[in-house]
């Protein structure tokens, strides 16, 4: 992992591009601090991966399937398959 800060990296992004591809990622510094990362994602599941992490719907989503479950009111795995496999949402019909 390298870190390196906002200016070095506007003025040389190409290269820092290619050092997260084989080196890991680069951690981005503002005034010293820590203000993003440089992330080459290993293949297309892992951007993915990467991306809902970050995405507060997706996060709201799975709040609500948690609580759901803990609630005993989510879908039991067979009910869901059997939701998947009519080809409707698995969500249809569940409180919110």
Known sequence: ???????????RLSAYVDESVTSGPVVITRNGKAVAVLVAPADDD????????????????????RRSIESGTGLSEDEFWRAVSRGRSPQEGQPE
């Not at 951007?47 to 970050?54: D, N, Q």
């Open 1 to 11: 992992m390298r870190i390196a800060s906002l200016a070095e990296v506007k003025a």
């Open 46 to 65: 892992d951007l993915e991966s990467l991306l809902l992490s970050r995405s507060p719907r997706f996060q709201r989503m799975m709040a609500r399937s």
